[in-house]
Structure formats: C-alpha cells, structure tokens
C-alpha cells in the first residue's frame, strides 16, 4: 500500500511495484490509510511522512501499538535526508526509510526484502496458530474440560496483573493458559479421558505431556516465554511435582501461577466423575497445598483475595460466575 | 506528555514540494530508461531530462539556505 498525497508519487511508487508483479493499493491522507490498512491487510506499507492530517510518524506508531497491525512492515518515505527525522521514525517503530527522490532498485530491494521477511513472520504465526488449534482439539476430545483453557487463560493474566508482572509476562501468560496442556495432544484417548483413577502407569504416562508440550512449543523462538508454563505448571515447592521435580524458586513463576489456576479450576467446575465445588472449597484445598509446603502462600493469598472480591473475569458455569 | 527529545527538523514546505515534483519526474524517467532500448532514440532524450531534473535537485540546498 502506498500512502502519499501527491498523486504523481503513487502513480510512480505503483508503477514500480506493478512491474513487480506486487498488488498496489493507494491512500492519500493518513486516516484513509488507516482505514484501508484495516480493510486491506496489506503486506507493507509504503508511508509518506508529510500528509494533510495525521503525519507518518503518528500513523507508523498507531500501526505499532495495534497488536493486529504490528507485524506490517513500515517504511517510511520523505524528502528529507536528515538524522533527527530517521531517529523520530524509528522510534515511531518504522522498519526502513526511503528518501526520496525514488532509486528504483532501492525499493525494488528494500520492498521484496521487507515482504520476505513478513512472508517468514506470517510463516511463524501460521504455526503459532497451528499449536493454539492443537491445544483446543484437547478440549474437543475432552467435552468435560470445555472453557478450561479460555478460563485458566483469563484467571492467570488476571493474577499475575494483580501481582503487577509486566506486559510480556502477562502475555506468556495468556497463551499458557491454551497451551499448557497442549502436550495432552500425545496422550492415548485411553488415558486421557478415563472416567476412573488412573493405574500408576496411567499416571506415568498422563505426566508426559509435560514434556511432549514443551516440545511442541520449542520449535517456536515467539513461544519461548510460554515453554516453562507449559513444562512445569505440574512443579511443587518442595520439589515432589513433575517432570523436574524442581524446588522453590528454581519453578518458574509464571509456571507457579498457571498451577494455582489450574487447581483452582479443576476443583470448581464439574466433570463426569465429580461436581463442581464452591469457590471457598477450591480455597480450602489451595490453603491446604500451600501448607503441605507445594505452593507459595503469597500466591495463593493474592488469588483467593481477586477471585473472593469479584476481581476475576465471570464465565458461566464456573465458581467465578456467580 | 514528554516533550519529543528528537523532533524532525523542518524543511520549507516550499523546498518539500518542489523536491517532491522533481522526485517524481526522476522516478517516471528511471522507469522509462529502464524499458526503452539504449539504442532507441528516445533514450537519450529521456537521459537528458533526467539529468535535467537532477541538477535541479542539486541546486536545491543552495535554494534552501538563500531562503532562511
């Protein structure tokens, strides 16, 4: 997409890319552009920095700051060659510069280069999503644990806010809270949805999906944050969890927080073996883990104290919903 | 809201547009020398308007600062 208020430079800009073989749509003021990013979903953005109403760098940080913009590359076009307009363009965010006047082997090569490495990013979030999908197909098998994930989700972002983590942690977070059984994926229909107690060698098994998770997710340099939730969400303090057995501060927190979520909502919502507890029974049994030495009472205290004051996201059916 | 430590440094709108036109042109006969054979007349001629337009460019700091 090219952005520009003189004609002349879009006509010029997209009889370049035409020659390309690139797609080229057009926008001439800056909330156009925005309209049309949205609408369009281009694979770059070829942005004038001087438009009639919002300027480039205003529009390039807008694209930015949006999560589902973010990735689109921005390469910012001025006339001018100065530093101090580079320096303020790049802390817009924008991913090059072209000054103009136009070299055309220049954008030829800046823009195939920048849609290469859009065209990898897309690859990425393909598989990224792949994984998602994979973890949900858990709660299709399983009708039981339907919401499980969106709930585990929505309370553990909303604990690690309240403890006051910071936005990557509450993000590693989120997509731990669909992810952190994705390894169940490797586990037998046998296993996984028997109604009973499982045999010792069930239990073996059932503990695997710790690692096969982790795994799972390794292949991804954009889920790294999310791997040591999905690997030691089973750890206890005193090191009797699973698969490391790890102790103390060696489990990561955001591994900690995801097992206290996922206590909580095993215990209060139902399954076909059990009913669903009240909230203060969940309490109990968590008050109860944190004095058998498996889990940090700072934690727990602070997640009894969100979820009893209303504090914590509703869903229908769970001890969170009344 | 901090005051923006970098903030871009102006150019005269004037300078801007007249930049911006002659940027054009430039482009348009890239293009152009880049399609028509170097043997076909035309060619020369699209090169001198060309080089017409970048020594207009070139003239352009010289504008600039006889305008402060």
């Known amino acids: 997409m090219v952005v520009d208020d003189v004609r002349g430079n879009i006509q010029l800009a997209t009889a370049l890319l035409e020659r390309e073989g690139y797609t080229v749509t057009a926008a001439s003021t800056g909330r156009d552009a925005l309209d049309a990013v949205a609408r369009d979903q281009p694979d770059l953005i070829l942005l004038d920095v001087m438009l009639p109403d919002l300027d480039g760098f205003e529009i390039c940080r807008r694209l930015k700051a949006d999560a589902a913009t973010r990735l689109l590359p921005v390469v910012l076009l001025t006339a001018r060659s100065d530093t101090a307009a580079r320096i303020h363009g790049i802390e817009a965010g924008a991913d090059d510069f072209i000054t103009k006047p136009f070299n055309p082997p220049e954008i030829r090569a800046r823009v195939r280069s920048l849609i290469r490495i859009k065209r990898y990013t897309d690859d990425l979030e393909t598989a990224e999503s792949v994984i998602v999908s994979l973890a949900l197909t858990i709660e299709a098998r399983d009708p039981s644990i339907d919401g499980h994930c969106q709930r585990l989700a929505a309370y553990a972002a909303a604990l690690g806010a309240h403890i006051g983590l910071g936005e990557e942690d509450l993000a590693a977070l989120e997509r731990g809270g669909y992810l952190h059984d994705v390894g169940k994926v490797g586990l037998p229909d046998a296993v996984l949805l028997k109604p009973g107690p499982l045999t010792r060698d069930e239990y073996e098994h059932m503990k695997t999906h710790t690692l096969i998770g982790d795994r799972l997710c390794g292949e991804l340099r954009s889920l790294r944050r999310v791997r040591p939730v999905v690997r030691g969400h089973h750890e206890r303090l005193d090191g009797s969890g699973y698969p490391d057995g790890l102790r103390g501060d060696a489990i990561p927190l955001l591994a900690q927080i995801m097992g206290i979520v996922d206590v909580f909502d095993a215990l209060t919502t139902s399954r076909p073996y059990k009913r669903a507890l009240p909230a203060e029974c969940a309490y109990e049994a968590l008050l109860d883990e944190v004095s058998r030495g498996w889990r940090r009472r700072d934690l727990v205290d602070a997640f009894i104290g969100l979820t009893a004051s209303n504090l914590m996201p509703r869903f229908p059916g769970s001890a969170c919903s009344s | ?68």
Do not use: W, Y
């Open chain 2, 1 to 68: 809201m901090a005051a923006d430590p970098h903030p871009p440094t102006e150019e005269s709108p004037l300078l801007h547009q007249f930049k911006n036109h002659l940027a054009i042109v430039v482009g348009f006969c890239d293009l152009l020398l880049h399609e028509i054979a170097d043997a076909d007349p035309k060619h020369a001629d699209v090169a001198e308007m060309r080089k017409a337009a970048e020594a207009a460019m070139a003239l352009l700091p010289e504008l600039s600062r006889r305008l402060r």
